[in-house]
């Protein structure tokens, strides 16, 4: 059951139009050739820079977060993760980190944290993964120094469960699992747990291998959202 929706925030038409637009209006008040020159590569750049910044919000919520994301499988081979569903909201609180989290992110100018849930193929294992999004990379940095780096879920992400689904028991006490990645102005977490809904404390032995799946799905998001495209003057979706 794939719930995918634009965000409820978005009424922008084209992050990559208005960037590619600013820069070359850089020129405008300059003498005439400068007027009717095109971008520099600087500016060419920093729309680039610009454009990055911006997809959290522009980009659908399925580019985002596909339906499916292949890993690699313990036994060899490759799998999908299916996507169980998108939250609609996007606020940085307590309702998606852990509230120290919050209070961090909040402080180090977050503008706001996308989160969808994946199921492992074998449907043992969910993986909530959340988007982080920040003004920019020096920001992206200070904010990454707020979670968990050693796998242990807390401080990190919660869980994003849907009611009706495989996801309904899918709550803070179930967290087995967490990672946090970080490239440009984006820190993407995840958090993960069994289907079964049993809490951490009730698992006994750790199996960090069954989750070790959700930072290869991580690193894919956070690889399609922080690339830089440069912008192609040529092509009919930037205006140059």
Known sequence: MNHARPWPTLVVSSALTLVCAVAAG?????????????????????????????????????RVFP??????????????????????HTGCGAETVDAKAAKALREAGCRGVLRATYIDALRGVLVTVGVVALPDESHAVR????????????????????????AERFTSPMRQAGSVRQA??????????????????????????IFAFATELSERVLLGLSTPRMPDCASKEWRC
């Open 26 to 62: 850089v020129a405008g008040s300059a003498a005439g050739t400068e007027l009717t020159r095109g971008p520099s590569a600087a500016e060419l750049r920093t729309a680039a820079i610009r454009e990055v910044a911006e997809r959290w919000r522009s980009w659908p919520a399925g």
């Open 67 to 88: 339906a499916a994301l292949p890993y690699a499988a313990e036994q060899g081979g490759q799998e999908r993760a299916e996507r169980i569903g998108i939250s609609p």
């Open 143 to 166: 904010a990454r120094g707020v979670f968990a780096d050693n796998g242990k879920p807390v401080p990190g992400l919660r869980p994003l469960a849907f009611q009706g689904t495989v």
């Open 184 to 209: 440009g102005p984006y820190v993407v977490l995840t958090t993960a747990g069994q289907v079964d809904g049993r809490p951490a404390t009730a698992t006994g032995e750790s199996r960090p291998a």
